[in-house]
């Protein structure tokens, strides 16, 4: 594995604004010491995300290894109608669902070979889920708290989490890890700018996270200093 438990080759979904510019244009490029290659993929299309593997691919096959990191960033929390418990609209919830949860089953089983390249090498092999503080129905339940009156935002991402327990008891026999990760509440356009935490700092404290990751970690719903979060 990689001694700075990164690796040379990340790939980051939604990377073009927010957290995703912060760690791919800062923190991970640091500390992987290779050069940023912006790659288009929209993971609500199927077509879209072969192609984003097969342009990953071509980069990282001159390396000699496969991809370390994975970061599944890409996201959406609708803040108009149908977005509550008791005036769903059916459509809304499942623009939720295809973003933040079927689209990044679907990211990751296509890029889940050149992980496992990554493995195989003896390298860093990471899946990173970007989930929520919201997506702990155990915390709902507590709080009583739903930010901008968003149901589906927090359900799709407890199918998130449950979704990275899943492919972590998949593939256990490796030593690949994913985890389940929260960023903190940051100033971003989903965010908002009342949210607490810049970009720089969340995306400071996870690339620290990544690069700590060990196997023990895998299938775990973290916060961006590795606490455990209630599912």
Not at 17 to 38: A, C, D, M, T, Y
């Amino acid at each position: 594995m990689a001694s700075n438990g990164v690796g040379m080759n990340i790939f980051i979904t939604g990377a073009n604004r927010g957290i995703g510019l912060g760690l791919e244009l800062k923190e991970l490029q640091n500390k992987s010491g290779s050069p940023v290659k912006l790659i288009q993929i929209d993971v609500q299309n199927d077509v879209s995300i072969i192609s984003a593997v097969a342009q990953v691919d071509k980069v990282i096959s001159a390396t000699g290894g496969g991809l370390n990191v994975l970061i599944n960033n890409s996201g959406i929390l609708d803040k108009s109608g149908g977005i509550g418990a008791t005036h769903p609209d059916r459509q809304v919830y499942a623009r939720h669902f295809d973003v933040n949860a079927t689209g990044v089953a679907m990211t990751t089983a296509a890029f889940l070979p050149l992980i496992r390249r990554a493995n195989v090498a003896g390298q860093a092999a990471k899946i990173i889920n970007v989930s929520s503080q919201l997506g702990s129905t155990a915390n709902l339940k507590s709080s009583g708290a739903i930010f901008g009156g968003n149901i589906i935002y927090g359900m799709s991402k407890a199918a998130l989490n449950h979704f990275t327990t899943g492919l972590s008891v998949e593939v256990k026999d490796t030593n690949i890890v994913t985890i389940a990760l929260c960023p903190g509440w940051v100033r971003t356009d989903m965010g908002g700018d009342t949210a607490t935490l810049s970009v720089e700092e969340s995306a400071s404290a996870i690339a620290k996270l990544i690069s700590a990751l060990k196997k023990e970690h895998s299938g775990m719903y973290l916060d961006r200093f590795g606490n455990p979060i209630n599912y």
